[in-house]
C-alpha cells in the first residue's frame, strides 16, 4: 500500500506538487516565527544581563540592598576565592567580576585646566583575562564605531555620544573623578582607545567601558568587586535554571547575622523584570499559538478541498472493488507521506534561514531612533534563536494538520451510497 501511494504522488504531480510547497512554506514560516519571536525576546533579555544583572548574579547582602547607588564601600572581597569555588560548583556556568561605578570625566586642555567635563557611568569588566567572554558578550566587534578595543587596564572605551559631547578624540587623557571603595577622593586617567554605540538609548550617551584592573586601580578595590555575574554558556537565558540555582546559593548562605555574606538573585529579580519574563513567556506562546492556529486550519482547509475534488476518483475506486476503508485508510496515508515530505523540506528551509538571522541579525535601527527619548535597555539589531524544538515543532502544522483536514473530508465516503457515486461518474 505505501509503495503504491507514493508512487502515485509522484507520478501525478498535479496532485501532490502544490500541497507540499504550500505545507513546506507554511513550515518554513512557523520555524522562523518560532526562531524571531524566542530570538528576540532572549536579545532583550541579553543585553539587560550583559550590563546589568547577568542571568544570575552574586553579591554581598548589604550591596544588593543598596544596589541603585552603587556602594562599592559594600563591595565583594576575596574574588579570586568565590570565583574558583562558583566555577567548582556550578559548572553549567561562566563567572565573570564586574565593577560598577559613577563619577566626573574630566578632560584637559593643553595646559591641564578643564576643558570640559560631564557626569560618566562606568563598568569595569574583565576584558584581559586569558578566558573573558566579554568582548563576545559586548558585542564591541559590531559596535564600535571608532578605535581599537581595550589592550591594557588604563585604556577606556567611551561612548559616542558621550564623546561627541565632551569633545573627546582617540588618544586623549581624560580624568575620572569620584570616590573609592573606601569613600576617599580619587582621581585616575583613562586613555580613550575607542568610541561604541550600543543602540541602547540613554545609556550611550554617559557611559564608559573600562577592564576590572583599572577599574580596581582607581577606586582601590584590590581583588574587589562590585558583583559577579554568571552566564549559561550558550548565552541562552533559562529561567528556572537560574532561579534553581539561586535557591540552592542562597540556602548555602543563610546567615542572617552576617550583612557581607554572599547572596545571588536571577535575571528575574533585577529591576522587576520577572514581571517581563513572565510577559514575554505568555506572549510568546499567544503569538505562536494564533500563528499555528491560522497555519493549521490553512492546511486543513487544503486537505478538506483536495479530498472533495477527489470524490469522482473515490467512485471508479469503490466500482474497481476497493472498499471504502480502504480508500479511506489510502487517502490518509497519503496525506501523511505528503505532509511528511513538505514538513522535512519546509524544516531544512527554516532551519537554515534561523540560523543566519542568529548569526547576522535584522537591524532595526532606523525604526528606533526614538528610543533615545526613553529609558529601556534594548539592542536595535534583532536576532532569532535556534532551540531544539525548531526540529521538530513542524509536524504539528506540516503533517497532524494536513491529515486532519484529509480526515475530516474522508468520511463523506461512508456517507455516499454506490449509486450516488456511479450517477457522480456519469455527470
Known amino acids: 500500500m505505501f509503495r503504491f501511494v507514493l508512487k502515485g504522488i509522484l507520478r501525478d504531480r498535479s496532485r501532490s506538487l502544490f500541497p507540499i510547497i504550500v505545507v513546506s512554506l507554511i513550515?518554513?514560516?512557523?520555524?522562523?516565527?518560532?526562531?524571531f519571536l524566542?530570538?528576540?525576546m532572549n536579545g532583550m533579555f541579553k543585553d539587560t544581563a550583559v550590563i546589568s544583572s547577568g542571568h544570575v548574579k552574586v553579591m554581598t547582602h548589604a550591596y544588593q540592598k543598596e544596589s541603585q547607588l552603587m556602594p562599592n564601600d559594600l563591595a565583594l572581597m576575596d574574588v579570586d576565592e568565590i570565583l574558583k569555588d562558583l566555577e567548582i560548583k556550578y559548572p553549567n556556568y561562566f563567572w565573570s567580576p564586574k565593577i560598577s561605578f559613577a563619577g566626573l570625566l574630566d578632560l584637559p586642555d593643553e595646559h591641564g585646566d578643564t576643558k570640559s567635563q560631564g557626569p560618566v557611568m562606568a563598568y569595569g569588566v574583565d576584558f584581559l583575562s586569558s578566558n573573558s567572554r566579554q568582548f563576545e558578550l559586548w558585542e564591541l566587534e559590531k559596535r564600535i564605531v571608532l578605535g581599537r578595543m581595550i589592550k591594557d587596564p588604563t585604556d577606556a572605551l567611551v561612548g559616542h555620544k558621550l564623546a561627541d559631547k565632551l569633545g573627546l578624540s582617540l588618544g586623549d587623557q581624560v580624568t575620572y573623578i569620584g570616590t573609592t571603595m573606601n569613600n576617599a577622593f580619587t582621581t585616575f586617567n583613562f586613555t580613550v582607545v575607542g568610541t561604541f554605540n550600543l543602540g541602547m538609548g540613554p545609556l550611550d550617551k554617559q557611559m564608559m567601558l573600562v577592564d576590572i584592573e583599572g577599574a580596581r586601580m582607581?577606586?582601590?578595590?584590590?581583588?574587589?568587586?562590585?558583583e559577579i555575574l554568571g552566564f549559561m554558556h550558550d548565552l541562552y537565558y533559562n529561567d528556572d535554571a537560574s532561579i534553581e540555582i539561586r535557591n540552592e546559593f542562597n540556602t548555602f548562605h543563610s546567615d542572617t547575622t552576617d550583612l557581607f555574606r554572599s547572596s545571588m538573585i536571577a535575571l528575574r529579580d533585577a529591576n522587576q523584570m520577572g514581571t517581563m519574563i513572565d510577559l514575554v513567556d505568555w506572549s510568546v506562546f499567544i503569538i505562536?499559538?494564533?500563528?499555528l492556529f491560522i497555519a493549521m486550519i490553512v492546511l486543513w482547509n487544503m486537505g478538506i478541498?483536495?479530498?472533495l475534488r477527489r470524490y469522482g476518483e473515490i467512485g471508479v475506486r469503490l466500482a474497481m472493488g476497493e472498499t471504502k476503508g480502504q480508500v479511506y485508510r489510502s487517502l490518509i496515508l497519503e496525506s501523511t507521506i505528503i505532509g511528511t515530505i513538505g514538513t522535512i523540506i519546509g524544516t531544512c528551509i527554516g532551519l537554515p534561514l534561523t540560523y543566519y538571522v542568529q548569526a547576522v541579525g535584522i537591524d532595526y535601527s532606523a525604526a528606533f531612533e526614538n528610543?533615545?527619548?526613553?529609558?529601556?535597555?534594548?539592542?536595535?539589531?534583532?536576532?532569532?534563536?535556534v532551540t531544539p524544538d525548531l526540529y521538530y515543532i513542524g509536524i504539528i502544522p506540516g503533517v497532524l494538520a494536513t491529515v486532519f483536514g484529509t480526515m475530516l473530508a474522508g468520511r463523506a465516503i461512508y456517507k455516499r451510497?454506490?449509486?450516488?457515486?456511479?450517477k457522480e461518474l456519469e455527470t
Open 27 to 35: 513550515v518554513a514560516l512557523v520555524i522562523f516565527n518560532r526562531g
Open 38 to 40: 524566542v530570538g528576540s
Open 218 to 226: 582607581a577606586l582601590d578595590m584590590d581583588n574587589a568587586a562590585s
Open 288 to 291: 505562536l499559538g494564533i500563528f
Open 305 to 307: 478541498m483536495s479530498g
Open 371 to 385: 528610543l533615545n527619548s526613553t529609558t529601556m535597555i534594548m539592542s536595535s539589531v534583532f536576532y532569532t534563536q
Open 417 to 422: 451510497e454506490m449509486a450516488q457515486l456511479f
